[in-house]
Nanobody
Framework: QVQLAESGGGLVQAGDSLRLSCAAS????????MGWFRQAPGKEREFVGG????????RYADSVKGRFTISRDNAKNTVYLQMESLKPEDTALYYC???????????????????WGQGTQVTVSS
């Protein structure tokens, strides 16, 4: 069973940066497409970005493109979300997720992912 644990969330001011981490245990991390999602109160969970199993390709939601960067270290079984120029609308609970099947295709939808972490809260004050 794959377990994912996010960390790095917190309260920051608009314009600040933050780096989230997601550590995986169990399974074969290097074979999983990894995604980041977020969910704000009263809103649906939305795709933030994802990275292929080998790390060669990434994709991002338009709302974060140019501000957020996803990377992974397969030797450490960890995926990262570097967030720059944070805005109040980035406030949400951030989840990482693993897709065990696709390897080189990054899914947009939460149903594409098989394993989920518990989330880490990011709050951006104006």
């Amino acid at each position: 069973q794959v377990q994912l644990a996010e960390s790095g969330g917190g309260l920051v001011q608009a314009g600040d940066s933050l780096r989230l981490s997601c550590a995986a245990s169990g399974g074969t991390f290097s074979r999983y497409v990894m995604g980041w999602f977020r969910q704000a109160p009263g809103k649906e969970r939305e795709f933030v970005g994802g990275i292929t199993a080998g790390g060669a390709s990434r994709r991002y939601a338009d709302s974060v493109k140019g501000r957020f960067t996803i990377s992974r270290d397969n030797a450490k079984n960890t995926v990262y979300l570097q967030m720059e120029s944070l805005k109040p609308e980035d406030t949400a609970l951030y989840y990482c997720a693993a897709d065990r099947d696709r390897l080189i295709t990054i899914g947009w939808d939460y149903s594409d992912y098989d394993y989920w972490g518990q989330g880490t809260q990011v709050t951006v004050s104006s």
